[in-house]
């Protein structure tokens, strides 16, 4: 059975209360149970963290260097952190970014992202469908 981790970044702790126009008025909670009911749904099991801190994230991407995949919403720190970044690049495991809003519709410095090269894909705008379809990408690997 695969096993697919999903790491939401800083402040995503505040979905629904915050800023709904751009991430809309699901709670994380309510997210993460679309997401472990969509992976349940594949045969497959979900781990689901959420940090405030680049040093969770960067030891749990290294302790999970070689699980079936990973889906990142890097979130703030996809636009500064180089440490998120190398530690992406120097696991095995395909990740796929995602963000709930359009990063490239928005303000400048959100139109950088350090971690999207070193990922197989991002998906940005979709809401919280995007999770599900990263999830789906990574079931489908072989
Ligand atoms: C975000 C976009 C980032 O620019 C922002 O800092 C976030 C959330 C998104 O999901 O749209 O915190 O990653």
């Known amino acids: 059975m695969k096993n697919i981790k999903i790491i939401h970044g800083p402040n995503l702790n505040l979905l629904g209360l915050r800023d709904t126009q751009h991430y809309g008025t699901l709670s994380l909670d ?32 290294q302790k999970n260097a070689t699980c079936d995949g990973i889906v990142i919403n890097p979130a703030a720190f996809t636009h500064t952190s180089i440490a998120i970044r190398d530690a992406i690049e120097a696991i095995s495991a395909p990740v796929v970014e995602v963000h709930l809003s359009n990063v490239y519709k928005r303000e400048s410095f959100r139109h950088v992202s350090y971690t999207a090269p070193v990922c197989v894909g991002q998906i940005s705008g979709l809401g919280w469908q995007g999770y599900l379809l990263a999830l789906d990408y990574l079931l489908n690997l072989s």
């Not at 679309?34 to 969770?56: L, M, P």
Request: with cysteine.
């Open 30 to 61: 309510e997210l993460n149970n679309r997401i472990e009911t969509a992976a349940a749904e594949k045969g497959a099991t979900c781990q689901i963290f959420q940090f405030n801190s680049e040093v969770d994230i960067i030891d749990t991407l």
